[in-house]
Structures are given as C-alpha cells and as structure tokens.
C-alpha cells in the first residue's frame, strides 16, 4: 500500500515558487522538512508536466485515451457487422433455409 503524500499539490507549487527566488535550495529544503532529493524529483515533474506531475495522476489521462480508442474499435466493428450483415441477407448467407433464417436474426 503506498504512502501517504505528506504535501499537498498546493504546498509543492508554493515550495517551487519559493525554490526560484531562493539563494540555498538545501537550506529551503531543510527548513520545510523535503529532502533534496525529493525536491529535486519535483522540480523535474513539474517542470515536465506542470501541475499533473507535482502529484495529480496522469492515470486519469491514459484512462481516457484507452476508453477513447475501445469506444472508436466498437463503433467499428459495428459498422463491420452491420456491413455484414446486409451482405448475408443478400446471397441469402451461402446456408440452407434453416441457417439463412439464423442470419436474419443476427
């Protein structure tokens, strides 16, 4: 289970703001109780990611995406099935009676 963040989104952005108009980044980080190399990890996140790399979840984004894509395969897949299905009907399915009665049940 992991940790508990012991700072909030707001508190790194303020300890960022802070880092840049600091002389000693060690001694900002020894007075605010952040080592110097956690600090140094989200000075890096944020400045790749802005805010979502201070600590919110970029899972979120991933997620979005990956139900964005699942939603664009089935839309197409039901156009293939609809497609088809129309050809089916047409040729009467290539089956017997029986399985042509099947066919316009899909």
Same mark, same amino acid.
């Given at each position: 289970?992991?940790?508990?963040?012991?700072?909030?989104?707001? *508190?790194?952005?303020?300890?960022?703001?802070?880092?840049?108009? #600091?002389?000693?980044? #060690?001694? !900002?980080?020894?007075? $605010?109780?952040?080592?110097?190399?956690?600090?140094?990890?989200?000075?890096?996140?944020? !400045?790749?990611?802005?805010?979502?790399?201070?600590?919110?979840?970029?899972?979120?984004?991933?997620?979005?995406?990956?139900?964005?894509? $699942?939603?664009? !395969?089935?839309?197409?897949?039901a156009l293939v099935i609809?497609? $088809?299905?129309?050809?089916?009907?047409?040729?009467?399915?290539?089956?017997? *009676?029986?399985?042509?009665?099947?066919?316009?049940?899909?």
């Amino acid at each position: 289970m992991p940790m508990p963040e012991k700072f909030t989104v707001e *508190q790194k952005e303020k300890i960022f703001n802070e880092s840049f108009t #600091a002389t000693n980044t #060690a001694e !900002l980080c020894r007075r $605010l109780g952040v080592s110097a190399a956690q600090f140094h990890r989200w000075k890096e996140r944020f !400045l790749e990611g802005g805010r979502k790399g201070s600590g919110e979840s970029s899972r979120g984004n991933e997620y979005q995406k990956e139900n964005d894509d $699942l939603k664009r !395969l089935a839309g197409d897949q039901a156009l293939v099935i609809g497609a $088809l299905k129309k050809v089916g009907r047409k040729d009467g399915c290539g089956y017997s *009676q029986e399985r042509y009665a099947y066919c316009n049940d899909i």
